[in-house]
């Protein structure tokens, strides 16, 4: 038996075929899964409709996390396919170009409260939206990054808005341990997506990584996956609350 056999994930953070979300859909799907993807705006569904197809989903649905009205909409909207579900990944974050290329000192407060809000907020409002329709034994899971924990060249707003996301992961996580839902966070090592191509010198940190990381190569959405699928599963009942490094060892190293 696949050991997500039987299992129905909310798959949030698919863009397009180089989103981790994705290598963790495709994951979820081998290992047995339902899984159902969200998109953010039309111009983004045009390119999560055929990777919906692709993956076998059962639907899409609509999700933009600025909004209050679709967190009070979505519970509803995945009703609409599945009376409950069992997994909840949220692999969401943006920031403003600005507040990445300058120093991290000249954030803005609208750059500042955006990024968390997108990147952190969105954690605890999704699982208060949708943790009514989870099942026991569930799994909620984050996508966060080392720059988080350290402080990461041209990284800035966004690090602390993972630092928020980790912190909410372990308040979620004591506040849904009674209901038998786990909550968690996967740290991944830096891998080219859409949302990286917003960081200056993102090349260069990729470089770096393949000659230092103990593993010399960087992680990709399927490492991710991996792990993001143990996460899901039943042999993953007693962990909560936990940030997962999925980087090639890069975290252990005293400097790089």
């Not at 050991?3 to 495709?26: P, Q, T, Y």
């Not at 988080?148 to 909410?168: D, F, P, R, W």
Request: glycine share 10%.
């Amino acid at each position: 038996m696949k050991i997500l056999e039987g299992k129905r994930a909310l798959i949030f953070g698919v863009a397009n075929d180089k989103s981790i979300a994705w290598g963790i859909a495709k994951e979820f799907k081998k290992h047995g899964a339902r899984v159902a993807l969200s998109y953010v705006n039309e111009g983004i569904k045009r390119r999560v409709e055929p990777l919906a197809q692709e993956v076998g989903a059962d639907f899409i649905f609509e999700m933009d996390v600025t909004q209050d009205e679709h967190y009070l909409n979505v519970q509803e909207q995945v009703k609409e396919h599945w009376d409950n579900f069992d997994i909840l990944v949220h692999s969401i974050a943006f920031a403003d170009r600005a507040d990445l290329k300058d120093s991290f000192v000249k954030t803005s407060r609208a750059g500042f409260q955006l990024a968390c809000d997108v990147s952190a907020f969105s954690l605890v409002g999704l699982s208060n939206s949708l943790v009514p329709i989870m099942n026991e034994g569930g799994s909620i899971m984050g996508m966060s990054y080392y720059g988080s924990q350290k402080v990461i060249t041209n990284y800035n707003v966004m690090g602390v808005a993972k630092a928020a996301l980790e912190a909410s992961t372990r308040y979620l996580a004591n506040d849904l341990g009674p209901k038998g839902i786990k909550v968690n966070c996967v740290s991944a090592g830096p891998i080219k997506t859409l949302a990286s191509s917003g960081i200056s010198g993102f090349k260069g940190l990729l470089s770096q990584t393949e000659q230092v990381a103990p593993t010399r190569r960087n992680v990709t959405p399927k490492d991710v996956g991996g792990t993001a699928t143990f996460l899901a599963s039943d042999l993953s009942d007693g962990v909560t609350g936990q940030i997962i490094y999925v980087d090639g060892g890069l975290s252990i190293l005293g400097g790089f």
